[in-house]
Each structure stands twice: as C-alpha cells, then as structure tokens.
C-alpha cells in the first residue's frame, strides 16, 4: 500500500506526516487520559506512560473501515496495564517494570468471538452447535427469518433508517411492524430481508420509535453523528468520560489486594479477587473475561430461563466458573448471597434498575457492605449510558452503533448514502475492556482508601471516545477500497451483522494475514464443551506478573455455586 498523509483529530487532511498507526495509538491514548483522568488513579500514570506498543503492521489500517478502532482498543488496553500494574505496586512498592501492549492482538480482540473456535469450528459453521449448549431458547439466533428481526431497514421515508431489534426473543418486534413470528415458508437471506423490510417501510421512524417504545424492544432510529450530538442525550453524553468510578460508601476500612498464590508460571495482579458477573452476550462479559485474565476468580451467574447466545460463551466464559441461578427463587438467592459474602465485585450487565429491583443493586450491596465490614466494588455497563433521557432504554452493539453515527460513518465511508453497520461487535469489546479498567480503579481505590466503589459505562460511551478520535479521510478510504475485496465494498444497509463480519474477515485474512497468526492463540480441551477451544491470548504482557487464563471455557451453568475448587488447566499455562 502506498504511504499516506494522516489525518487530524478531526478527521480532515492537515498534517504532513506519514500514516502511522504507533503514532495513531499514542495520539489516542493522549485524547483518553484527558477525558479520563477524573477517574483514574493518578499512580497509574507513570506506567502508562513507559508502555511499549509493539506491532507487525506496516502502515495500513486493519479494518475496511473509516473508523480508528485499532487506536481506541489499544489506548484502552495501555489504560487498563497502567492501572494493573499501580497495583501491583501496592505489593512491591513503585517500581518500572516493563509493560508491553500488541496492537495485532488488541486489534483482534475486537472481533475474538470469530476467530474463537471449539472442535475446530467457528462460529459460522452450522456444525458447531451439535457441540454448543442450547441457550437460544426462543430460537431468535437459530432461523435466519427470526435472526433479521435484528437489522437495519429502510423505512418510509427514503433515506431514513431503523434497526429492528427482536433481541433475544424476536416475535415482538416482528409483531410490531405486522409479521408473524416465524415463516417457516421464509429461509432464504434476501427474502427474508425483503419482506421485513416491505413492513417496516410502512412506518415512519417516528412511528416505530412510539410503537418500538410500548412494547419496550431495543430498536432505534439510525442518526449521523452531528444529529446525535444535537439530540438531549447525546449532549448530556457528551459532558460524560468514557467511564466513571464514583464512591458509594466510606464507612467501610481499606481492603488491600490478597494477591494470592497463583498456580500460574507467576504472580497474577488479582489473584484472590472474587467476582460475581451478573452479565450475558458480550459486552459485561468482556468486563469479567478481562478481570479473569489477571487471575480474578469469576462466577458468571446465568437464570436458566434467561437465553444467551450459545457461541458467545466459547469467547466469553475463558478462565471463568459458570453457575445457573434463578435469583427470584428463593433457594437459588440463598445460594447467590452465601457467593455475595465474600465477593469483592459485581458486575451488572442488565437494563438500568434491573439489579434493584432483585435486592442486589449498588446501594443494597452498599448496605451489605458496612455490615459485612468490607467494601464491593459494582460496575455497571448498559447501551445509552446511566445518565440522560435514553439512559433507561434497552439496546445492544448494532443498536449503539446506529444512534450514535458509527453505522452512517461506515456507510458514507463506503461510498454509499446509507448507513452500514461496522464488522465485528467491536463497540462490545472495548466497553468491555472499559469495564475492566472501571473495576480496577475500584479495586485500587479500596485498597488505597477504603470504602465501596461504583463504575460505569456503556456501548455509546465507547462510541463517542471512538468518534472523537476522527475518521480516516477519503483519500484513505480510497486506498482500503483498493487493497480490499470489492466484495465487502458491495455490502447495504439491510445486510446482517453475520454478512458484514462474515466479508470482513475474508478480506482481512488476505490483507492482514499477521491478525490470525497461530502465535495469538491458545487451545485448551473443554470438558464442558468435550472439545478443544481455542481461543486469543491476552494482548498485555506485565513485567513480573503473568497476564491470562488458569481454565478453560464452558457453557454456563456448568459448576456449582461455590468459591471453592477452582481447578488449573495446564495447556493454558504453556507460553
């Protein structure tokens, strides 16, 4: 690929230097420290600062995309090892050691969901679910008509866009603009496509946002981004960093980090921290995934009449135990409160109030908190964010994608005058990794000062940090167009997230070969899945310390809910 002249953090052509994605990375990591310096200790700073961005890549963006998502991870994860390793400083005092960042394996993070496989299958292989539990339970994910209840579509007005969003459930959504929930007659992509669409098109997006709202769906009007920035909430979003760690209680004394024993070839930052993840698809679990890495022990607690995405949990569940509980059960509660008594963190990856309503919300555990003598630390992630008019609103990656102006970013960037949603839940692993980095400010700040600790963020948050950063111009949008298969080029606005990652990873294999590199792997056998998996290695590597996962992934509600007998999968261990 032919050099080319980069752009200012506004997206426009203005400097003289060549593209360079190190200097990309670095310019935005200096744009977050300055949305997020509130909100991180500032003893991480130093360590941040010495971090040593390590890449293969030659000077072409990964992504057939305008959007600088290579930068915005790696700044992210170059966060998350500062604050890492200013705890780990509270074991062995201020030191330097080094900290490395891979900008492949951050990049590829973004999408691991798909370069996961368990059996040697991915997730595009319709083999794969004879080896996957079946937690699809209304079968929204399983029939390609119920699948595109989740899509975007034109509506009727030309040039205006909606993303229909059935979530796990599908009927309603479909009911909504006047289809059955389900045609068996209806298998194939575009006809599916087409008759959705000939029924949302009836509506205006004023129509569907009044009649999305009473049934209480995830849908959405897809705006540009100066049309989100104009609306109430995004104004309010916009005065917000990209998290918050605010203090809940300061009753309860310092907590220092047990920074147990690890069976891991060295210490672990977090070893001995308990986590209870109270989060399904991919976003909150990312936030306990990436605790899990540095050697936390974490529950993910899944109701067995809630569905999940079967393939997801490949991903998400690495180093992690699973338990099933029903917490309007009374037996299952008890259960839940004897793991709640020594926990160090909850997680919460439900709709706003969701948790409160259970008995489990921030100011209960506040309660518990003094009472138990020892501080939690809560994080929260949601789509819109916990402040605003839309904070209340249910939604998922592709629905944050449309409302903030990353899907007509994509589109225009496209040559199209349509919006397109990006390839990869990307929006979903770097809230994630937002998570991660809420918590462990959390963590440090209880064992600094004591007291109890609440975290949030959410899916449009990262989109505003991601935007903010500005596009990459025409000039190399043109040069992507170029060395990228026309094919991906040739995508619309009606095609599904499956279609869009689907192209996307086959040009990416050919354009960018040193993303999928057996070195950013690592393969355990599953007896949960009674196969291999294979799943991406951690991106940062800690001086001292060893980064990643002690047991292999599982379906959920695989063990019992106990914080004992957490066993050790050697492979995993191998470097």
Known sequence: ?????????????????????????????????????????????????????????TGSPYFPSPLKQTEAITALKAVEAGVASAIADLKDGLSTRSIDVDLERATA?????????????????????????????????????????????????????????????????????????????????????????????????DQLEEMNAQIKQAGVTCLKWEDFRATEH??????????????????????????????????????????????????????????????????????????????????ANIGKHTVDLNLKEAKDREAFEKLLKTADVVLDG?????????????????????????????????????????????????????????????????????????????????????????????LFNRAKFGGSYIGTTSLVQYDIYLLQLGLYDDKMMAELRKEHDAQFFELRHHDSVDEVGKRALKTMRRTHPELFEPRHMQACFSKSFNAEVRTIRPVVDIGGYWNGFLRASRTNGYDKPSWDDWEVDEDLLKP
């Not at 034109?154 to 059955?180: C, D, I, R, W």
């Open 350 to 442: 439900y709709r706003p109030g969701s948790l409160n309503r259970l008995g489990y919300g921030p100011l209960q555990l506040q309660d518990i908190a003094k009472r138990r003598g020892r501080g939690f630390v809560y994080a929260a992630e949601n789509c819109f964010g916990h402040v605003g008019p839309w904070a209340h609103r249910p939604g998922w990656q592709q629905i944050a994608d449309c409302v903030s102006g990353v899907a007509w970013a994509q589109g225009h960037a496209m040559g199209l005058q349509e919006p397109v949603v990006p390839p990869f839940p990307m929006s979903d692993y770097g809230t994630g990794c937002m998570g991660t980095i809420a918590v462990m400010v959390g």
């Open 1 to 57: 690929m032919t050099p080319y002249l980069g752009s200012d953090a506004n997206g426009t052509n203005g400097t003289t230097e060549l593209f360079n994605l190190l200097d990309g990375t670095k310019s935005a990591l200096e744009q977050l420290l300055a949305k997020a310096k509130d909100h991180l200790p500032r003893e991480a700073l130093p360590h941040i600062s010495r971090i040593h961005f390590s890449t293969a890549n």
């Open 109 to 205: 993070f973004l999408f691991s969901t798909y370069l996961a496989t368990v059996g040697g299958m991915d997730k595009a292989n319709p083999k794969v679910k004879k080896l996957l539990k079946n937690t699809d339970l209304l079968q929204a994910q399983d029939i390609q008509y119920r699948r595109l209840s989740a899509n975007l579509y034109e509506t009727k007005n030309a040039g205006e866009y909606f993303h229909l969003h059935g979530s796990l459930e599908a009927t309603k959504a479909l009911n909504m603009v006047g289809l059955e929930g389900h045609r068996p007659d209806l298998t194939e992509y575009h006809e599916c496509i087409k008759v959705i669409e000939d029924h949302v098109k009836q509506f205006t997006v």
């Open 234 to 315: 995004g104004q309010t979003l916009l005065q917000q960093p990209p998290w918050k760690v605010e203090t809940l209680e300061t009753e309860t004394p310092l907590t220092p980090l047990p920074f147990t024993p690890s069976a891991a070839p060295k210490p672990q930052i977090l070893a001995g921290i308990r986590v209870l993840e109270l989060c399904r698809i991919i976003a909150g679990p990312a936030m306990g995934r990436g605790l899990a890495e540095y050697g936390a022990e974490v529950i993910k607690v899944t109701a067995p009449h809630l569905s999940d995405v079967p393939f997801f949990q490949v991903d």
